[in-house]
């Protein structure tokens, strides 16, 4: 069975940081994209970042790159998101996530992605 454990959200000031991490366990973690989607409240889900399965490749979207770094550690089966200059509207559940063996046409949709984890939340305030 596939699990995702997301850790490390929390409260914190505009410009601050805060790193998440996700665990994960059930699949062969090393073969798969993993990313991060986030959800705030009333809104729909929206993709923030993924990284190809050797770790080497990674993508953004717009409003948090140059911000926020997405990095794995296959050999600890972890996936991490390092989030600074953090603002308001970065406020949102985070949710760990993988497409599994699905191929991904389009990254940016949150829906591809088969596999999430129960999320962590993170608020932004001042």
């Known amino acids: 069975e596939v699990q995702l454990v997301e850790s490390g959200g929390g409260l914190v000031q505009p410009g601050g940081s805060l790193r998440l991490s996700c665990a994960t366990s059930g699949f062969t973690f090393g073969k798969y994209t993993m990313a991060w989607v986030r959800q705030a409240p009333g809104k729909e889900p929206e993709w923030v970042a993924s990284i190809n399965n050797g770790g080497d490749i990674t993508y953004y979207r717009d409003s948090v790159r140059g911000r926020f770094t997405i990095s794995r550690d296959n050999a600890k089966n972890s996936v991490s998101l390092q989030m600074n200059s953090l603002k308001s509207e970065d406020t949102a559940e985070y949710y760990c996530?993988?497409?599994?063996?699905?191929?991904?046409?389009?990254?940016?949709?949150?829906?591809?992605?088969?596999?999430w984890g129960r999320g962590t939340q993170v608020f932004v305030t001042s």
């Open positions: 996530v993988t497409p599994g063996e699905r191929v991904v046409r389009r990254m940016e949709d949150p829906y591809e992605y088969d596999y």
